[in-house]
Structures are given as C-alpha cells and as structure tokens.
C-alpha cells in the first residue's frame, strides 16, 4: 500500500484534477481543531487526533478536506467563485483497520448558481472514478437535508425536536432512536425540591441560583465542568421535552416520507405526491430539488440509475442539501459529497458563501483496481 503514497500515483490524480478543471491547493496536515469539533459532528469528533500546541492551541490531524478548504478560501479572502482541487492523506481513529487514507477531491466554493454546480460535483465524482479505471458498476445514493428540513417544518414539530432530527438526519440509527423518543417523550429527570420547583416554574434565575448554590457547596465550582448557565438549560429542555405530548399523525406522515425511495428521474414526482397526501407544502425544496435533476441529465449523469432515499444522509453535520454517495455493488462507499451552504458562515466567512464538493477514497479505488491509486 506504500505505493499509493508514492510520487506517481499522486501526479496521476493532479492529472485528473486539471482535467476536470480544478486547481491544486495543499493544506496543512496539523489543522486547529475547534471547527471539525463545531462543524463536523459526532461521528467525525469521535475519530479526530488531538494533540496540542506548545502555546495550548488545540490542534489535529485533518480527518478530512472540506473544513481546511474553506478556511484557505476564507483566509485568502477569495470573492470570485474557486475550484480547488486536492491530494493528501486523512487521520481517523478507527476501532479496526487503519487509521491513515488517502483521498483526493474537489470544493466548489462561492459558486451561487446551485442546481449546475450540483449536477457538475456528481458529474465530476462519477468521471474521477472513471479516470482512476472503475469499471465495476457502481451504484449511486442521493439524499437531500433541505427536503428533510422542509417536512420536518411543514409538520410544525416543536423547535427543539426539529433541531435534534435535523442533527439526526445522515446516522439512521440516531434518526430511528429519535423519533422513538419522540414517539414515548422521556421522563422528566428526578431532581430535588429545590432544584424540582424552579424547573417546573421555568424560572431560569432561580434555577441558576440554586444550582451555584449546590455546586459551592460541593466545591464545583468553577472546577472547569459545565457551570450553573448550561446545567440550567439542558435542564430547562429536558423538562420541556418531557411535557411535549406526542404528535402521532405527524410522526407517521414522518415515517411514511422517510421510506420514500426512487429512481432519482421519477423523485420529485414521488415527493410531490407524497406532499399531497401529506397536506405539506414542499413546493420550494421540490422545484429546487426538480431543477437539480434536470441538470444532472443536461451533465450527461443517468438519472434512471440514481436511487433517491429519503432518510438517506452522511454522518457530517455541515451539509445543507444535496448528499451523495458512489458504493461499489456490495456497498463499500468509493466516494461521497454534498452540498454545505452554512459551513464557510460558521467557519468565519463575512457573508453567505455556497459551496459543494466531494472526496474520493483513493486506498479503497485502489484496492479494488488492483492499481496504486
Ligand atoms: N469531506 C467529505 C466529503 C465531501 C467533500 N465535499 C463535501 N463533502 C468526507 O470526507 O466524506
């Protein structure tokens, strides 16, 4: 596998990259840590490697490029749209397996015109396969968070349930113990008089006092765990959570869209059909979602052969609306994208910067085509 850290594998990808019109930019292996640990999620903060700076700076290995590719666009203070292109290995912990991949990949960044640049991310992860000699058939899944958000808006679910579905959307197992909590809400958490009353009252001030007051007592405080403020929200939500009383026709029309799944060329009729019967007004996120399939075929893409699956997310938390990803028949997943409009805001960007992009897993191409990647 030394190979596929050698010279010539990487200027055949540089070669691909150029081909399909992106420009090559290095980032740093060691990169600060707070914007995977913000943006990323939980299953990508489980994995990262930790280190620290001499100066106390929390620092990484990058478990991936999306994050440091925006970054150098925001630094660079870029107003025009870039492609950027890219080669390098990634860290993630993994249980079994190694810990170091390769991959290669493209950002589109500040590009506004949505539903080309979409269609043209899948079009490119599709040919960078093909340029790598996949030959095998591959199979392609394409989801859609900003469809989830829509229904998840439309059933006019309470706020904080939203949110956590939304967080939850991509990691099937968390989704379905979601809405089984959502279903049979938790127990209120047992706590003392004095803690209980303020709680019930919602009297956040209270609560704050009592709290200080316990924590003094126990010599917590300031100890560097969570203080009175964020025990008292978490607190507050958890009562709140627990007097929300199911809302079960929503939680069945939810069901009923989360087992949607279609050939992507005859989506958006699914998801029309399902709005109907649901009473939901998905019009904005269906167009988008419509116009998107369009250009996927204009971009030379086979829509028949797309599957579409409503539930079906990635395990990063930054995307925002398109998701996909290309397995080979027995799932092994050779590439993955998606769009992630809100990320550069969150990273630091002046004003809203879209982007969209994918990476491909050149250990695993490699693997299968018996190259060196
Ligand atoms: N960085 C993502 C893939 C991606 C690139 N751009 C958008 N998504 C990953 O490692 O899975």
Same mark, same amino acid.
């Given at each position: 596998?030394?190979?596929?850290?050698? @010279?010539?594998?990487?200027?055949? %990808?540089?070669?691909?990259?150029?081909?399909? &019109?992106?420009?090559?930019?290095?980032?740093?292996?060691?990169?600060?840590?707070?914007? @995977? *640990?913000?943006?990323?999620?939980?299953?990508?903060?489980?994995?990262?490697?930790?280190?620290?700076?001499?100066?106390?700076?929390?620092?990484?290995?990058?478990?991936?490029?999306?994050?440091?590719?925006?970054?150098?666009?925001?630094?660079?203070?870029?107003?025009?749209?870039?492609? =950027?292109? =890219?080669?390098?290995?990634?860290?993630?912990?993994?249980?079994?397996?190694?810990?170091?991949?390769?991959?290669?990949?493209?950002?589109?960044? !500040?590009?506004?015109?949505?539903?080309?640049?979409?269609?043209?991310?899948?079009?490119?992860?599709?040919?960078?396969?093909?340029?790598?000699?996949?030959?095998?058939?591959?199979?392609?899944?394409?989801?859609?968070?900003?469809? @989830?958000?829509?229904?998840?808006?439309?059933?006019?679910?309470?706020? &904080?349930?939203?949110?956590?579905? #939304?967080?939850?959307?991509?990691?099937?197992?968390?989704?379905?113990?979601? /809405?089984?909590?959502?279903?049979?809400?938790?127990?209120?958490?047992?706590?003392?008089?004095? %803690?209980?009353?303020?709680?019930?009252?919602?009297?956040?001030?209270?609560?704050?006092?009592?709290?200080?007051?316990?924590?003094?007592?126990? !010599?917590?405080?300031?100890?560097?765990?969570?203080?009175?403020?964020?025990?008292?929200?978490? /607190? %507050?939500?958890?009562?709140?959570?627990?007097?929300?009383?199911?809302?079960?026709?929503?939680?069945?029309? *939810?069901?009923?869209?989360?087992?949607?799944?279609?050939?992507?060329?005859?989506?958006?009729?699914?998801?029309?059909?399902?709005?109907?019967?649901?009473?939901?007004?998905?019009?904005?996120?269906?167009?988008?979602?419509?116009?998107?399939?369009?250009?996927?075929?204009?971009?030379?893409?086979?829509?028949?052969?797309? #599957?579409?699956?409503?539930? @079906? !997310?990635?395990?990063?938390?930054?995307?925002?609306?398109?998701?996909?990803?290309?397995?080979?028949?027995? &799932?092994?997943? *050779?590439? !993955?994208?998606?769009? =992630?409009?809100?990320?550069?805001?969150?990273?630091?960007?002046?004003?809203?910067?879209?982007?969209?992009?994918?990476?491909?897993?050149?250990?695993?191409?490699?693997? /299968?085509?018996?190259?060196?990647?």
């Amino acid at each position: 596998m030394n190979a596929l850290r050698s @010279f010539s594998a990487r200027a055949d %990808i540089e070669t691909i990259l150029a081909q399909l &019109g992106a420009e090559r930019l290095d980032v740093p292996v060691l990169q600060p840590a707070d914007p @995977f *640990l913000d943006t990323a999620g939980e299953e990508l903060r489980r994995r990262i490697f930790l280190s620290e700076s001499e100066t106390g700076e929390t620092l990484c290995l990058r478990p991936e490029f999306t994050i440091p590719v925006c970054l150098h666009h925001i630094g660079a203070g870029e107003s025009a749209p870039r492609r =950027y292109g =890219y080669v390098g290995t990634v860290f993630r912990q993994r249980r079994a397996g190694g810990n170091e991949f390769l991959q290669a990949g493209i950002e589109d960044i !500040g590009n506004t015109d949505s539903a080309p640049a979409d269609a043209r991310s899948l079009a490119d992860a599709l040919a960078f396969l093909e340029a790598l000699g996949v030959s095998a058939p591959t199979v392609t899944t394409l989801g859609d968070q900003a469809v @989830f958000n829509a229904v998840i808006a439309g059933l006019g679910l309470p706020q &904080g349930w939203a949110v956590r579905l #939304s967080h939850a959307f991509g990691d099937r197992a968390t989704l379905d113990a979601t /809405l089984d909590a959502l279903a049979v809400p938790p127990p209120p958490p047992e706590v003392p008089a004095d %803690i209980l009353e303020p709680c019930e009252a919602r009297d956040r001030a209270a609560l704050v006092n009592a709290l200080s007051m316990r924590l003094r007592i126990a !010599g917590l405080e300031n100890s560097g765990g969570r203080d009175a403020d964020e025990i008292a929200d978490r /607190l %507050i939500a958890r009562f709140d959570a627990a007097e929300i009383a199911p809302d079960e026709k929503a939680l069945a029309t *939810l069901r009923t869209f989360l087992s949607i799944s279609a050939p992507l060329n005859e989506a958006a009729g699914a998801l029309a059909g399902f709005a109907e019967a649901a009473g939901l007004d998905l019009s904005d996120a269906i167009a988008a979602f419509g116009a998107r399939a369009t250009e996927m075929e204009k971009a030379g893409v086979d829509t028949a052969a797309i #599957s579409y699956d409503a539930a @079906f !997310g990635r395990a990063l938390d930054y995307y925002t609306a398109l998701v996909y990803e290309i397995a080979t028949a027995d &799932g092994l997943v *050779l590439a !993955g994208g998606g769009r =992630y409009d809100r990320l550069l805001t969150m990273l630091g960007a002046g004003s809203d910067v879209p982007g969209v992009g994918f990476s491909v897993w050149l250990d695993r191409v490699a693997a /299968l085509t018996g190259g060196d990647a």
